[in-house]
């Protein structure tokens, strides 16, 4: 984080123009990538069962606990298996238990769209498994499936 996004995340120990590594409180709402302002400004495109769970967050990913007009939020939300949450850390539970890989994947399928700026095919499939398959001894650290896509043959030879 460098000072300019520690001030749209409300924060005012980060100094400096350089990105550098923070840590979050043990009771910070925030968690990861699902609720970062760039996931969340790139994913406010609808209503959507698991985008319940992000309004708590607006479409630039500022806190909120009310809508403009003091309506509170309803984050609950359920997946296509049925299973329930009541808000983003619900549903980090259940993707954390049990969905992690399918997240991954999505996550490479969306990275690697943007990278190579065309639709995935069928032959991209190879490419997204070993991406998948490197990354999982890290748990699938989103640098290192930022890495992996970066230097694939898709995007290298674009």
Known sequence: MNSAL?????RADVLGSEFQRVSLKADSRRRGLLDQGSVLTTSANGI????????NFDPVGQR??????????????QLPDGQAFDDISGLRRL??????EQLARSVV??????ATGRTLSVRDDAE???I???SKTT???????????????AFLNK
Request: charged share 30%.
């Open 128 to 130: 997204i498994a070993r």
């Open 64 to 77: 909120r606990d009310t809508y403009e007009g003091g309506v509170e939020v309803d984050a609950f939300g």
């Open 139 to 153: 748990e699938y650290r989103f640098r290192d499936l930022i890495q992996a896509v970066v230097s694939s043959e």
């Open 109 to 114: 399928i969306r990275l690697m769209t943007c």
């Open 95 to 100: 993707l954390k238990d049990e969905k992690v």
């Open 132 to 134: 998948l398959s490197e």
């Open 48 to 55: 959507n069962p698991l985008g319940f769970a992000l309004e």
């Open 6 to 10: 520690a001030k749209h995340y409300g």
